[in-house]
């Protein structure tokens, strides 16, 4: 267990609606991610921070913006939500013992499954 | 760009038998490769790395994986399966330079074990 919580942990909205995902973790890890998971795809990332005010984007980060103002929290946002982000986001951190993100590993949130109608 | 292929979406096998869970990547350069596993339900749980030295990967719950440079490879390897492995198997990948740690999934292979 690396301390990691999302939450909501199960939504249900309604397209066009704003919706803020939670990931919150308890170690001071400096880099976290957010993933989304759909079947036949495996894990995508959306976005990352590797700071406090550091974000970068991902692979699929259209229709997502992120924000950390805080180290133990990070924050994803739908501006508006379509049915094509309906899926389960997984949080994900790492601890950098080797000098950067690249030589350490990455630990898994519960995840939150979002449905969008 | 850089991809990992699971070659095996679905695996079906018998209590007692053995699994190899096929893992390529497409990167030139030094990498740090993973095994996640997702029981139903569940997140993701790390079951072995490699990010150097002896390329035969002793894992949790008696897995192993063998890296294999020359052939982009890092399967995963169990002697004989449990009912309690029912679950999907990730194979990830993080190039070590000029990374922010980010991994690149494979899309997974789902085993059924049947009791």
């Known amino acids: 267990d690396a301390g990691i919580t999302q939450s909501p942990r199960h939504k249900v909205t309604e397209t066009g609606t704003p919706v803020t995902l939670r990931c919150h973790q308890t170690e001071n890890h400096r880099y976290m991610y957010w993933y989304r998971q759909d079947p036949g795809h495996g894990l995508r990332l959306i976005h990352y921070s590797y700071g406090v005010k550091d974000t970068d984007k991902g692979e699929v980060s259209d229709g997502y913006s992120v924000s950390r103002s805080k180290t133990e929290d990070f924050l994803l946002t739908l501006e508006s939500a379509t049915s094509s982000q309906t899926s389960v986001y997984f949080c994900a951190i790492a601890s950098v013992s080797g000098g950067t993100a690249s030589t350490d590993t990455q630990y898994f949130g519960p995840g939150t499954r979002l449905t969008v109608l | 760009a850089q991809s990992v292929s699971q070659h095996n979406h679905h695996v079906i096998l018998s209590e007692a038998a053995s699994l190899e869970l096929g893992c390529n990547y497409s990167y030139g350069g030094t990498v740090n490769l993973f095994w996640y596993v997702q029981y139903p339900g569940q997140h993701l749980q790390l079951l072995l790395k490699?990010?150097?030295?002896?390329?035969l990967v002793k894992g949790i719950k008696g897995f192993e994986a063998e890296f294999i440079k020359s052939k982009f490879s890092f399967n995963l390897r169990k002697p004989s399966v449990q009912w309690s492995d029912t679950a999907e198997y990730f194979c990830?990948?993080?190039?070590?330079?000029?990374?922010?740690?980010?991994?690149?999934f494979g899309k997974g292979t789902k085993l059924s074990v049947k009791p």
């Open positions: 990830a990948v993080n190039p070590s330079l000029g990374s922010q740690g980010n991994l690149i």
């Open positions: 490699y990010f150097s030295g002896d390329p």
